[in-house]
């Protein structure tokens, strides 16, 4: 492993499209989705720490999930733990990562992963891991990883790409927004287009230029904190000027506007596990398009749902005419949502959060 090679993972989110089963006190980085024992979180850790030395891991996560982080990756220190006080979307978190990492090591190689993807085939993620930092150091560019789409997702963003290439690496030409199924179509059709995952490489010194020439708003508060970062005192300063950030994505801060952004292109099994309807899509070919987690099932003339239980003891599900539903019981709530409404989730769990005192959040 190289010494100059760090981590940092984004695990701060509330996972409301997962709600009841992604709560407030506990988002869905912190569940064992799959029943393997080892909660998203902690998967993408092993993931990365076949690559990353783990003095070299940095979390950013919510003030609110310390113990969490800390309970579920004793491997890491409580310094590693950068604790927002609020969340202020990834351009924030990861500008406050570099700042973090470049203290320490001025020439630091940074990968930048959520805390909620799957990846099914990682010994193929490794070598892309590998690829990107290794480029990174030599390049001054910004690099995204963009996966391969095998269908016409409407639930992912795209990055267009154009013909350059420089060593397996592909100039990218316009970042866009989740499409509509027949712009999707087009999109797959075309050829020229990948599934934005969300995972960045980079030089710091790299993101650091960017940061300054694009998002000047955002470094001349982090600039104020200079000489603090990597410091006992560095969490009680940046606190103090967080809620100054602007709020805004790493996708629109920097990456839309740079010239310098290529894109590796792979393919190693990836899902972003943001919504009921990606956990089912994985899962759909088990049983009669049936997806049971966490529960005994029996379906009659029903097909298209996925059923979720956390309950304790052994629990079984009868369902009868019933298709294409999320059926989810969490701590109190029973969610009954058609698969194909499951955007209204967010304003369901706002609803309930108004109108119930925020008890089931």
Not at 47 to 76: C, G, H, M, W
Not at 353 to 360: A, G, I, Q, V
Request: with cysteine; proline share 4%; aromatic share 10%.
């Amino acid at each position: 492993m190289h010494i100059d090679n760090y981590c940092v993972i984004m695990g701060g989110g509330v996972g409301s499209r997962f709600w009841p089963y992604s709560r407030e006190s506990k988002p869905k980085q912190f569940l064992d989705i799959f029943g393997t024992g080892r909660s998203l979180l902690q998967m993408t850790f092993d993931r990365f720490s076949k690559v990353i030395p783990k003095e070299n891991f940095v979390i950013v996560t919510n003030a609110t999930y310390r113990d969490l982080v800390l309970e579920q990756l004793p491997e890491l220190q409580p310094s590693q733990l950068l604790l927002e006080p609020m969340r202020r979307n990834t351009a924030p978190c990861i500008g406050w990562a570099t700042y973090h990492i470049q203290a320490k090591n001025p020439k630091a190689n940074i990968i930048v992963t959520p805390a909620d993807h799957l990846i099914l085939q990682e010994d193929v993620f490794e070598e892309a891991i590998k690829q990107a930092l290794a480029f990174v150091a030599q390049h001054p560019q910004l690099v995204t990883l963009g996966v391969r789409p095998s269908r016409p997702e409407t639930g992912y963003g795209y990055i267009q790409i154009t013909g350059e290439t420089e060593g397996g690496f592909v100039q990218v030409k316009t970042f866009t927004e989740k499409p509509n199924l027949e712009m999707a179509k087009v999109f797959l059709e075309s050829g020229e287009f990948l599934w934005n995952s969300g995972m960045f490489a980079w030089n710091v010194q790299t993101i650091l230029d960017a940061f300054h020439r694009y998002l000047p708003s955002l470094t001349s508060i982090l600039d104020e904190v200079n000489g603090h970062y990597a410091q006992s005192e560095e969490q009680q300063h940046v606190g103090a000027i967080f809620s100054q950030c602007p709020n805004i994505s790493i996708d629109y801060a920097v990456l839309e506007k740079a010239d310098n952004v290529m894109v590796l292109p792979v393919d190693f099994g990836w899902a972003d596990l943001g919504t009921w309807g990606s956990l089912y899509d994985l899962k759909k070919a088990e049983d009669k398009a049936n997806v049971a987690l966490h529960t005994e099932a029996l379906f009659y003339e029903a097909e298209g749902n996925i059923i979720s239980m956390d309950g304790e003891g052994d629990q079984l599900v009868v369902v009868q005419g019933i298709n294409d539903c999320i059926i989810s019981q969490s701590n109190g709530v029973l969610l009954i949502c058609k698969r194909g409404e499951e955007q209204r989730i967010k304003e369901f769990m706002a609803e309930a959060s108004l109108r119930f005192d925020k008890r089931y959040d």
